[in-house]
């Protein structure tokens, strides 16, 4: 066990924690989850964190849930086709569910594949479906040119619904590329189709500490790779105590009017800019010939949704507008500097108006100037806007605000002219909060409005303006603790003063903007580094962490568990604590409460116990598989031979590249293990994961080795490297600590491309199987089988079975339990009854440990969902059938030699439990069985029964059960009497009852902290 381990481990030995481990939590954005049906009978909602399109039936104008379809992973759009069909965009499985809803059961009837999370879907044209998805990903029929400069990587996908293309997937009828970066909404008005870029950038580029003069504001003009460049960093160069700052890189902005790029003080940067950034935001597809026809610039940073006013055609763009040329957070009180304390994004609605891109600001009343804000300014503001819905007289516009629990109201006419006054009399407070999605039933006076934070229903009367109720959906499998701490990450009403600002802001859905921000503070002190460190300090890194840092790019929130400090710098860690140390996750992130007065604009920071919450949920939102690498995990030539250097000689002068970015998945370590290095920087820096090198794909020609040439346009204006000023992996290997030839250099850059995650690749992957079904699908089904006897996911099936819908998931021995206890069938079976008509079957690879949840027990109380419903309990709901078995408390001990003894308590509402057997298991190794009417067990008069299992060498007591008759039930304890516990007891403990006939009467399940020395449930 390492240190770190052990320590945490003593941190938390009284603490209950509920991991929720049987639920992954990916954190996808909603895009379009709801809509009506043609003959607004039918309410379509899409349940992202279940995996289910929910169907309601409207009755007066109010939902009522009908049924559940389970669809793929991260379900986050949907469009209906007429009036028998939904299709459902899973942004997870790289898939799309085709639904016949005219059937009841409502049934997936086919499953498309597309390329990299595909995230929108309109229909438009003679009956087409067109999708935006990522230029990348294991079924994209374009290659993703990842080394190839000047390359569209937007992707609209578009399908004919009445010729899918061969089997398995489909095959869309044409690919249309946009020159931008990935992708995100759509919108259309029958003819035209209109696609926006997600993170579509605003002409800003961080330049490297190299090109900069030495100096600060006195330095005079230098040269770098042979161009001039103007001079050194704008002051402030010291911190508030004198100290000065380290040699740190700069961010500069494009001016439109001079066609230079400028710094804060107007200075041209155009030699140290080696390419062009056009910004191309959105374009226009004519939905008949497929082809694009026009595009608009500089419409926004980040872009959400978009629609069509149905009167006037002009489009309306729900974006945010980044301010991240602009230096510093905290206040400025030092200097009287800069700081974009409260001010990060704006956000605006911009409005496409022929060729004119007019911006909206929605929060025109914010006085930026003043910190925290006046109360009553945040009653006023929209915060992080996604999905808008038009009257059909095109005269009102409803804005969902996902930041602020509201959804804005808008004369048209006044936003077009920007002649609106933001006001809280406009707005619609909804219940639940993080509006995302929006269906106008205009005939019947209703708003229907999507509630991500609690999965629900809001339904607003529109002609009083207010919320008339609140309907949940079928079942949220989130545990509580994911629900209560995700407000942290977005409700701008809570976490900032002006009510527009948070974290979510920068952090997208929890991910990153594709931006390099300078967010030093020259009010903040030097203060100690106690990373731990591959190299120690050298010549000229600064050994400590300096309030001025410069340009960083921001990072991703995912995956943050199980690798230690945070920031760039690892400067937010707790290893100054005196009960912490650097690698303990939970307070480092706890360090970054100070940016919510600093940063983010709030009048104080949070409590701790809301920093707690904020904490737990982060920490277990997860990156997505590595879309680059083949689904059976295999890699390719050039890639294996990456990975062979990789983990082979050395090649920076003290370390093979694994000897810093450590790759250990069983650790869970994914290019870092928390340390922190010299690399030749002027500062100390952590060494980064390289999780995501693939998605920063896209600038080309930073200005250093090998890239002096002008590359001529490129989709964005970031790269590698903590400042984001690197162009390529390949460029970055050129550096003098390098020992790689040029064939390395781009061997290891595919590894690099492909590198492992938290999840196979094959985690999402989906197959549908029917009577048309040929040898290809049988392929791709065996692939999934394989991969989950390879244990990288587990398989479930979903599906109409002899009119009935039913789930199952595979057993390891080539078996399927399906959602009765007694239906347990073979593999050829499914396959043979998947051919009859109406009865075809999807596979789908989950997330191993999440089988069971999403095949065949939804509401995980251990009894499967068709026992329930025949025997009349509600399988979405936990509490309708009250378990025989509760787990109050279990404990382990460590010992020197072995994990140690342990003990379990609880309560079981059976008697007598003689002719029972009791079955406790555990998310790893350890498993164990009583037989409570065996030889080894006796019954007193008192009722009271002893178990003891003997050691079968020495016939010693090895295990020992009690059960006491109570006021409440059987009252147990089970405990080893030997430290002989060989593996980790922890995460999901489950115990099972089965009667003296085998059958099961279920039990509980319950998440424990997983710390090795000791464990706690609840």
Known sequence: MRLRELLLALCALLLPVEVGARFVNFESGPVRPLALSPDRTRLFALNTPDGRLEIFDLVGGLPVHAESVSVGLEPVALAVRGAGEVWVVNHLSDSISIVDVARAPARVVRTLLTCDEPRDIVFAGPDRAFVTVARRGQSCARNPRLSNSGTSRAIVEIWDPNELGPLPGGEPIRTVQLFGDTPRALATDGSTVWAAVFHSGNQTVPLGEGIVCNGGALAAPCTASGFAMPGGLPAPNTDHDGVPQPEVGLIVKFDPSSGAWRDELGRDWSNAVRFDLPDLDVFAIDATTMRETASWASVGTVLFNMVANPATGRVYVSNTEARNEVRFEGFGHAFGNSTVNGHLHESRITVLDGASVLPRHLNKHIDYDVVPSPPGTKDHSLATPLEMVVSPDGATLYVAAFGSSKVGVFDTAALESDAFVPSAASHVPVSGGGPSGLVLDEAADRLYVLTRFDGAISVVDTVSLTEVAHVPLSYDPEPDFIREGRRFLYDAFETSSNGE???????????????????????????????????????????????????????????????????????????????????????????????????????????????????????????????????????????????????????????????????????????????????????????????????????????????????????????????????????????????????????????????????????????????????????????????????????????????????????????????????????????????????????????????????????EDDRLDRDERDAGTDPNDSTSFQSPLELTRATVWPSRSKLGRFRMQGVADLEPLAGFSLTVEDGFDFHLTLELDGDGCDVSRTGRIRCTVRDPGTKKKKLTARFTPGDGGMEFKIFSNKHDIEGPLGGPIRLRLENASGQVLVGENRDCINHAAKLVCR
């Open 501 to 859: 600002a948070s974290c979510a802001a920068c952090h997208v859905f929890g991910d990153l903007d594709s931006l390099a921000w300078d967010l030093g503070d020259p009010d903040v002190s030097v203060g100690p580094d106690p990373l731990p460190r591959r190299i120690g300090v050298l010549p000229p890194a600064f050994p400590d962490f300096h309030g001025l840092k410069g340009p960083m790019t921001t990072q991703t929130l995912r995956g943050m568990d199980g690798h230690g400090a945070m920031h760039w710098r690892g400067d937010r860690n707790g290893g100054l604590d005196p009960d912490s140390d650097p690698f303990d996750e939970t307070r480092a992130f706890e360090k970054f409460n100070p940016a919510f007065p600093g940063l983010v604009g709030r009048e104080a920071e949070l409590p701790a116990a809301d920093m707690r919450a904020f904490a737990d949920f982060i920490l277990t939102v997860m990156p997505p598989p590595n879309p680059i690498r083949a689904l059976d995990g295999s890699l390719t030539a050039n890639q294996q031979a990456g990975r062979d250097l990789f983990f082979g000689r050395i090649t920076d002068t003290v370390f093979n590249c694994n000897g810093c970015h450590t790759l250990d998945s069983a650790a869970g370590f994914f290019g870092t293990d928390g340390f922190s290095t010299f690399e030749g920087e002027t500062q100390m820096f952590k060494i980064p994961h390289l999780r995501n090198a693939y998605q920063k794909v896209g600038m080309f020609g930073g200005l250093g080795p090998g890239s002096d040439d002008h590359m001529g346009p490129q989709v964005r204006g970031t790269g590698y490297l903590h400042d984001g000023s690197v162009d390529t992996i390949r460029n970055f290997l050129r550096a003098s600590v390098f020992d790689v030839s040029g064939s390395e250099r781009r061997e290891l850059e595919a590894f690099m491309f492909a590198f492992d995650s938290n999840f196979a690749p094959i985690v999402g992957q989906q197959v549908t199987r029917d009577g048309e079904s040929d040898a290809t699908v049988d392929a791709r089904l065996d692939l999934l089988l394989a991969r989950a006897a390879a244990e990288e996911c587990e398989v479930v099936v979903r599906g109409v079975l002899d009119g009935e819908a039913r789930g199952g998931v595979a057993n390891g021995d080539g078996t399927f339990q399906m959602d009765r206890a007694d239906d347990v069938r073979t593999d050829a079976a499914l396959r043979l009854a998947s051919t009859a008509p109406g009865q075809a079957l999807t596979y789908t690879c989950v997330p191993p440990g999440s089988g069971r949840r999403i095949g065949v027990d939804r509401d």
